[in-house]
């Protein structure tokens, strides 16, 4: 039981500051990179539809 109050009052933790600037790096990267992505996206489904096909 000691165990796990300490492990509930530990600080060392991410704080919530360090999660949301990695939001904020990941959402700016798929708004540069959305029409790359899109792309890329179309392609697999096209190739997965194309072998479908052929199964």
Not at 27 to 35: E, N, P
């Amino acid at each position: 039981m000691k165990h796990w109050k300490r492990f509930l009052t530990e600080e060392d933790g991410v704080g919530v500051v360090e999660i949301i600037l990695i939001l904020v790096v990941l959402i700016a990267l798929v708004a540069i990179f959305k029409s790359r992505l899109t792309a890329l996206v179309q392609r697999v489904f096209q190739t997965i539809d194309s072998s479908a096909g052929r199964i």
